[in-house]
């Protein structure tokens, strides 16, 4: 099952605020502890993100690339 786990927001190179979605599958209960295996992270627009470092982001074909100071930034 594909969970939604952090939404935060991103400061764009552009100059433009977005939103951090970071998804995470969680594993089949039967297997002993629930883990969470993280799953994907995107732009709330569905745009796929590489995480560069702790906070920093780039879209997969690097047009754009984000910072964030969240807490629970990845």
């Known amino acids: 099952m594909l969970l939604l786990k952090y939404v935060y ?7 433009e605020t977005y939103e951090i979605h970071v998804y995470a599958e969680s594993a089949d209960p039967e297997h002993g502890k629930p883990v969470e295996k ?3 992270v ?3 627009d569905g ?10 982001y780039e879209v997969a074909d ?6 964030s100071h969240a ?3 990845i």
């Open 9 to 15: 927001p991103a400061h764009g190179s552009d100059g």
């Open 71 to 73: 807490h629970e930034a």
């Open 47 to 56: 745009r796929d993100l590489r995480v560069t470092a702790k906070g920093h």
């Open 42 to 44: 995107v732009l709330a």
């Open 62 to 67: 690097g047009s754009l690339t984000l910072e």
């Open 38 to 40: 993280l799953k994907s």
